[in-house]
């Protein structure tokens, strides 16, 4: 028979969520105050979670074991790698992953067009996104890419940043051929000479111009969006213990990428098969960890400059949906309580 008996640390609990719900809270999140000691059980026995190498700090969290260690033998972690924005929304859509992590750009898309996800952290404002040709190339700039064939992944952020390229130099997008590859495959068909550009994403970028020589023909920071960690609502509704925990990893994992750049490079390095002078030059001078958490008003004024863009490219069939999804498309109040002293 189930004991009606309710324990001491059970009903502080129980007082602390109504407490925050009479202080006008989100009822879908976990206090701060709730740390893991604390938690008696959690709401499912796994959790799905990506690492991509285009987001060090799920990197350095896989690395170094704070989810296993805070979960015990209770919650099974299953770490699902993301080889691009485009994967991850795919897994997220499928229910094959309850988090992922995507560039902005990508979780808008995917949220436009109908995929049920909300951004619960940012985890990075990178510079990961330009445009290669191979080594030798004659092409030296955008505007020399009219007529040729160029490698990209739909849907992610070099997609984006290569539209608006073209658009900033006034090279017609039906007057070039695009290459949907997924961002490996896009470097090989750069360095085998079967497409004529390719609009990459680091470490693999960094990895191409040092490797084979490759050249980068267009960079520009403001066309990148940055990296947006998501969830789907379903997990958010279903799990909001287990989303808090990951937020909570997540700031732990920024405070460490903040102060030792070096060994999140050597973790960066291993993991994607990169030299540690590529690694450290993508930690180093290509990305930016030291931003806050909550999305918010810089992320939407990056978001609205590529809202536009999805409709003109066909990816988004009106604007109306673009700015529905821009409108619904962040939970902030995940990282507003991020405490990284709740992990062990």
Sequence with gaps: ??????????????????????????????????????????????????????????LIIKDKGWLEATLGDKVKVNWVQSAGSSAANLALRSGAIDIGSTAGSAALLARSNGSPIKTIDIYSQPNWAAIAVPKGSSIKSVADLTGKTIAVAKGTDPYFFLLQSLEKFAVPLNSVTIVNLAHADGKAALESGRVDAWSGLDPLLSASVVSAGSTVIY????????????????????????????????????????KDPLATATILSTVAGISPAVATNVI?????????????????????????????????????????????????????KADPSALK
């Design 219 to 258: 960079d520009n920071p403001s066309f990148n969006s940055y990296g947006f960690l998501n969830a789907t609502e379903s997990f958010l509704s279903r799990s909001p213990d287990l989303a808090q925990l990951v937020v909570n990893a997540y700031e732990k994992a920024r405070a460490f990428a903040v």
């Design 1 to 58: 028979m189930r004991k009606k008996v309710i324990g001491f640390a059970a009903l502080v609990a129980m007082v602390g969520l109504l407490l925050a719900g009479c202080a006008g809270e989100g009822s879908a999140v976990v206090p701060k105050s709730t740390a893991a000691s604390t938690v008696e059980k959690w709401s499912a026995p796994v959790l799905n979670i990506d690492f991509a190498t285009y987001n060090p700090l799920s």
């Design 284 to 336: 180093e001078n290509r990305s930016k960890f030291d931003v806050s958490p909550i999305p918010g008003a810089r992320q939407t004024a990056v978001l609205k400059v590529i809202a536009p863009v999805f409709v003109q490219s066909g990816d988004v069939a009106n604007q109306g949906l673009a700015d529905a999804a821009l409108k619904s498309l962040y939970e902030t109040s995940f990282a507003k």
